[in-house]
């Protein structure tokens, strides 16, 4: 008798670990979805921020004039940043890429004096940037306004693309691991139909019994998800060791809600799942139990 309650311990237990195993290996595809939509978004920030708008200003304007300019410019709510670059410094990078100076040949400096902007993501598309270019030239210090039209429309096709993939395979993914964790969680439900049927007919109410299967399922919600979310940290990490730079796109943001979601679908998924097995073993007469 020892060794059969023994038997059966070890047993509930090995179900136990297959399902923690079982269900953290869905959350971990889970939150791989999660970080990726998110990394994707701030992805799209930081492609649409570096695009460049190249700003030619006429050969008069000095140089306090064209800082000023950029002051200006700093304050408009579509800037995110700019980089001046002066007839000096434009000679200079010349000459080294040239290895030869230009002035020498033509007796003066060809260069104009540039400012190179960056714009906020919400602006960098073609159609803010007509309005954009049309309020910048109303400057007269301004000679020439630049910007990758075609790459422009590209990036933003392509994140578009990206974006929606993504929130399809979210979608499915969820579907999907609540399919999974769900036929874990009936399976070892199943094992244990005969020990629910005898609670019942001792007078042990519904609540009694839901208590301990949705306690059990909790505690493995919350064990899967801490490895998930190990497993998850270790792969950022390694990403971070490979290319340090990619902390400008994986920020502290993204890795705290990666977590927190995990954490999130690994409660709920599994106290659902259980709440619901245990009651359709609830609901069945003695007779059901032997024909499933």
Not at 241 to 247: D, G, I, K, R, S
Request: charged fraction near 20%; charge should be positive; hydrophobic fraction near 50%.
């Amino acid at each position: 008798m020892v060794k059969n309650k023994s038997t059966a311990r070890n047993h509930r237990g090995l179900q136990a670990i297959t399902l923690c195993i079982s269900t953290a290996l869905v959350l971990i595809l889970l939150g791989m979805v999660v970080f990726s939509v998110l990394t994707a978004h701030n992805l799209s920030v930081y492609v649409k921020e570096n695009l460049t708008v190249t700003v030619m200003l006429n050969d008069d304007v000095t140089n306090p004039e064209a800082q000023r300019l950029c002051k200006d410019l700093e304050k408009r709510s579509y800037i995110n940043g700019w980089t001046f670059i002066s007839k000096e410094q434009a000679l200079e990078e010349n000459k080294k890429e040239m290895g030869a100076d230009p002035s020498e040949f033509v007796g003066v400096n060809p260069f104009l004096s540039s400012i190179e902007l960056q714009l906020k993501s919400d602006y960098a598309n073609s159609d803010s940037l007509k309005w954009i270019t049309k309020e910048l030239k109303k400057d007269h210090k301004i000679n020439e306004i630049s910007y990758p039209q075609d790459l422009m429309d590209s990036v933003n096709a392509n994140l578009k693309k990206v974006n929606l993939v993504l929130l399809i395979l979210a979608i499915l993914l969820t579907i999907v691991s609540f399919s999974l964790i769900n036929n874990s969680i009936k399976l070892g439900v199943y094992a244990r139909r005969f020990t629910i049927h005898t609670m019942k007919l001792v007078g042990a109410s519904w609540n009694f019994i839901r208590a301990p299967f949705l306690r059990n399922a909790l505690l493995i919600g919350v064990l899967a998800s801490l490895i998930a979310i190990l497993v998850l940290g270790g792969g950022i990490y390694a990403l971070y060791v490979y290319e340090p730079n990619v902390l400008s796109v994986i920020t502290w943001q993204v890795m705290v809600i990666t977590g927190v979601s995990v954490l999130f679908f690994g409660l709920l998924i599994t106290f659902v799942c259980s709440y619901f097995s245990v009651n359709r073993f609830l609901k069945m007469k003695a007779c059901d139990l032997y024909k499933i």
